[in-house]
């Protein structure tokens, strides 16, 4: 027993070690990824931008207004759904249209259902009511700056390119746990995602952009065939890479807004995120157990005191820099620094968590998980 525990201080010794130098690498590789803004474009092609909604979050309002405070010159339908006419969104619906007279923003209220994801229902519902050649589809939790209409435009004008996505940051709107969730994009998710994107080690696509043409929606047959897959927005983002199209994301931040307002709801929506992440592929998925050094090296300081608090101090120095770092590209502190060590214990518990579960919460519904990813569930009324 005791040759065993050896074995496993020194595995967790040595995947501390590496993780300090991955976090290190990484943290560099995001500063160089947005040591440049994205480029503008001037072009006035009219853009559609969807909105599967279902509730509204503590700065919905605000959130739903920054789509239409753009630079963009060109014509910009908002084009918001629900599912049931009682949904608390389309009073913030109606607040919007009194604010922005002059703007486009048609709500669609439509209960037809296409799968188990009532999120892909309430797009599939939306897309006959598009009107413009550009289809930018973003979470309704997802704010962005004045800028974004027009910089993702120029990223889609670039040849072969079917899809963009964007990278995102954390803002917490409901308290100390909503902004612990906020820290955990910021300081975790957002440096593997660019690490990954830069070194052509991950083809992501993620639910705070998906723009794209109207053909080449059309192409991929619509947003129904996607109704029973957990990781839909993954989904669309090969469907595109299937037509030999690329998926780019380009040095654009927009921002995340979290309203968890307890441990139990932060826990369920990240274990909802890890369970996605682990069934797109099972070896990348055990890969990011070196993204957690500092917990890691904890663990091992039970074997080994010595090594694995000095390794720890090492950690937590490496977590902090590549924490202000996320500051400064963001432009905002998505928590106080002195939660990391909270932050990082949480996400590792998270993690360890995720390979056990296979049935998720979404918003109050439980979503069984089978083969290859796809989800069944009882009849629901989601985004």
């Given at each position: 027993?005791?040759?065993i525990?050896a ?7 040595a ?8 976090m290190l690498?990484?943290t560099?590789?995001l500063r160089?990824f ?10 006035t ?7 599967p ?12 207004a920054?789509?239409l405070?753009?630079?963009?010159t ?34 669609i ?7 188990s994801s009532?999120?892909?229902s ?21 704010a ?5 209409i ?10 072969d390119?079917g899809?963009v996505?964007c ?16 820290a955990?994009?910021d ?5 593997g995602?660019?690490?990954g994107?830069a070194?052509?080690l991950a083809?992501p696509c ?5 723009a ?15 109704a ?8 669309i983002?090969?469907a595109?890479r299937g ?25 369920r ?6 369970v ?5 592929g ?42 202000i770092?996320?500051?400064r590209?963001?432009?905002a ?7 990391l060590?909270i ?9 360890c968590?995720s390979?056990?579960?296979r ?21 629901e009324t989601?985004?």
């Amino acid at each position: 027993m005791g040759y065993i525990t050896a074995i496993l201080g020194s595995l967790a010794l040595a995947l501390a070690a590496i993780g300090i130098g991955w976090m290190l690498a990484a943290t560099l590789v995001l500063r160089r990824f947005f040591a440049h803004p994205a480029p503008v474009s001037a072009a006035t092609t009219g853009v559609t931008i969807l909105k599967p909604l279902h509730g509204a979050e503590p700065r919905f309002l605000d959130t739903l207004a920054s789509f239409l405070a753009q630079s963009h010159t060109g014509p910009v339908q908002l084009l918001c759904g629900v599912q049931r006419a009682d949904d608390p969104a389309i009073r913030a619906i109606d607040a919007l249209r009194r604010r922005h007279p002059q703007a486009t923003i048609d709500l669609i209220i439509d209960s037809t259902r296409h799968g188990s994801s009532g999120k892909i229902s309430n797009l599939a519902n939306l897309k006959p009511h598009i009107r413009h050649p550009v289809v930018m589809l973003s979470d309704s939790d997802i704010a962005v700056g004045r800028d974004y209409i027009a910089q993702v435009l120029a990223a889609l004008d670039q040849p072969d390119v079917g899809i963009v996505t964007c990278a995102y940051h954390g803002r917490g709107d409901a308290g100390f746990w909503s902004r612990l969730g906020a820290a955990g994009i910021d300081w975790q998710f957002l440096l593997g995602l660019i690490f990954g994107v830069a070194n052509r080690l991950a083809t992501p696509c993620m639910g705070s952009t998906i723009a794209m043409r109207r053909d080449t929606l059309e192409r991929i047959g619509g947003f129904a065939r996607f109704a029973d897959v957990l990781a839909d927005d993954y989904a669309i983002g090969a469907a595109v890479r299937g037509l030999g199209l690329s998926v780019v994301v380009p040095p654009l931040l927009v921002t995340h807004a979290f309203d968890e307002r307890s441990a139990r709801a932060l826990w369920r929506h990240e274990l909802r995120w890890g369970v996605t992440v682990r069934d797109l592929g099972l070896a990348p998925y055990l890969g990011l157990i070196v993204t957690f050094p500092l917990p890691i090296a904890l663990l091992a300081a039970l074997w080994w005191p010595g090594a694995g608090m000095t390794l720890a101090s090492f950690a937590l120095a490496v977590r902090l820099f590549a924490a202000i770092s996320v500051e400064r590209v963001a432009g905002a502190r998505a928590a106080p620094l002195w939660v990391l060590p909270i932050r990082d214990t949480f996400g590792f518990a998270v993690y360890c968590a995720s390979f056990f579960v296979r049935s998720v919460d979404w918003r109050g519904a439980t979503l069984r998980i089978g083969p290859n990813g796809h989800i069944a569930a009882a009849p629901e009324t989601l985004p």
